[in-house]
């Protein structure tokens, strides 16, 4: 399966962020999205996941080659996990997790509450305590984990790795590898290092733009010159 | 000194104008359907600059006469009244009519200044421009606070000065025309002062200085709790004589001479120490902002909730458990007490009219005149004539009247609260999750919060509805059956109807941003629109049964169509806005 974008504009006034945007991903690979502050990162995701209308194009899912094999996205196929842990804060992890298995029906989750949150490394005593009072850390678990439930086929990564401590990183690296079998998985950093140790293939959004970077070159010595000077404007130049 | 007013004052009503402006330009840009057409070089357009800041002139200039002008001249106004009614009472025999209208202009101007010192000392409080001049620009926050200080002086000695010509025209004497601007000046001083002192004090003691909302409601209720006993005092010839109000003249002159040398004193560090305070004014939008969130923060939990509710009941069950105190202990218990405390003192006056005459006079002629005088605007001795009038004009309240029961209801409610507290707390971070959004389950919810809106708002409209019926019952009981329930019917409909506008506005315009404040024009726009209709149907004199028709079939009506709209635009307007 492969996650299609197809000459994709969005602009705010006059201003036009992505520009006639093309680009296939395709499943059981982990994409990172590289560009700089304001590239339109954010954006890009909102677009995909309805929050904010687009201008033109289209996104679907395509099963095979030919045009027959079209599906649309469904709101249940994304999963969005932002920079910015948003967890309902008047809820303790258990009754969120409770909550979110109760309303996904078409769910069967294959592990108990209790073996959810050892898969995610959170400890027992902040389980039963509102998420107001959890860590910034632990609340980007939690949105992770209820990500995985979901089991969505797109999963929308926006910069999760942002403020984190390097152990929490690291699992959390850890986790985003072990889900990317059977999804199409796209994380958005403007870290160089973080996509170069965490993802399969860089793209980068520039100018409005999507533009693969050829994999193959991912451990040359010289590759991060290459994409900060692709990354750079021609002012900047 | 006035050297730095004249180069710090431009620099303020400039960058009062600049802030004026391109938020008129960002409101704009919000507005739907104009928003779409209007182009960001309108923030950089010079010709629409010019013209803003000629309209921002003219602004400041009309809040001088209508602001200024507009208080003293209701000071100069009761003095006429006054001294015309005691003069013709000749209560003061050896005082000419100037005489008492300056005496009465003075002692109530002096009431009127004490009132907005108690309620209104902005000196060191903080606003945008503050904000930006001090903590951005690093300009010396004495010296804009003194600036600010002494345009709002002038301003005021300017207009006090304007209308003691017309004043004058009535019989003021000049002598309390002059005095009076000066008089304003100090008095001002001496608020400033004080404020400054104490300020001083709380600083040693390491405090910060804040404006406290309970206290500002609490002086109101005693300044408005005071005004009725003034009132029978002066109804009864009562006064402050001349030589009092002279000694509290030069008192005043003397504490503002005092106020002016500790302002003069006060330390610049100690002048941005108080705005970085946070002194809010209600200005300073993003502060206050950013409180208020803070105010919705506050959840506590102990473990984890166990229910038998599943999915979105179990969340509307939590989520209500978690906010009890927010959203529904708070309106009950201020309704309860506000209506009971009503019920009982119209209970009492009505009361008051099955008594003969002699049994309790002064009470009789104090109620019987104060509700005359809100009543129909006008106060007079005879209580034969006002305790017909009032018993009829109750009993026709409590039966033609019955669409003013929705000015309780909407004083009680507490929807727009609720729908802040879900966006804040709750859907903020669920409107990320890709489920929350499907159609099927926003109404789901939808439908939950509606009932549980009805639920929370209920209780002040019983009590509303009780008071009135307490009314009915009083003058004469029902007039034909089921009269009584016919009251409860109307209330709640207007429930079902108030409920109901604020979620589906909530849904169709998601008017929040990362804080509780309304940041959609359209949303402000519908809301303005609904109240001002529920203004107008408030004063619409109907029978009870029609009333109750009207109200049942509106709200029926009101509840499927805006069901409707939601079910159709909700996906694509519920949303976190980007």
Redesign the interface.
Known sequence: MEFVISHLVKSY???QVLKDCDFVFEEGRIYGLLGRNGSGKT?FF?CI?????INSGEFYFREGKDAAGKIALQ??????V?STP???????G??FL???I???EEITPDKTIDEYFDYMMIPEDD????L?DYSHGTKNKMQML?NII?K?KLMLLDEPLTSLDVIVAEEMKNVIRNQKEGHITIFSTHLLDVALDLCDEIVLLNHGKLEPIDKSNLGDADFKNKIIAALMDQEDA | MLNDFFTILPKVLHLRSIIGYNSLVFALKKTPVIGKVIPDRLYKTTFLKVIYWISHIIKEVGALFIGKMCGISCVYLAAGLMAAAYKSADLIPDMSENGIFGMFALFFFILYALIGLLLNTKYFKKTTEKDYLVFMIRMDAKKLNNTLFAYELGKIFIGYYLVGPVAAVFGCPLWAWLVIPFLAVFMKLFGAGFLSCRYKNLNKKHKPLRNSYAGDVFKLVAVILLMPFLMVLFINGYYVPMPVIIALTVLFFVLGVCGFFVLKNTDATLHRKALHDGYVDEKASTAEARNQTRSFKKIKAEGSFKSDKKGFEYLNALFVKRHRKMLIMKPVAFTVIILALTAFAIYLFIACYYEDNGADACRNMVMNNLVNLFTFRGFSDPLVDLKESSFEFFRWCASFQLFALSVPIAMAENSFKCTQAMYINCDNSLMTFSFFKKREMIMKLFDIRFKQLIKINIPPAIVSSIAANLVLFATGGQEYPFQYLVTFIIASAFVVIYSMSWLALYYLFQPFTTTVTVKSGAYAAARTVFSIIMAIVMFIPAHSLIVMGVTVIFAFLFVLIMRKLVYKKATKTWRVKA
């Open positions: 006034g006059s201003k954006t909102n996941n309805s929050d904010i209308d709101p249940e196929d994304i999963g969005y932002v948003t967890v309902p804060e008047f809820m303790t258990r009754e409770k909550f979110f109760e309303v996904h389980r039963d305590r509102i107001k209820v979901a969505p």
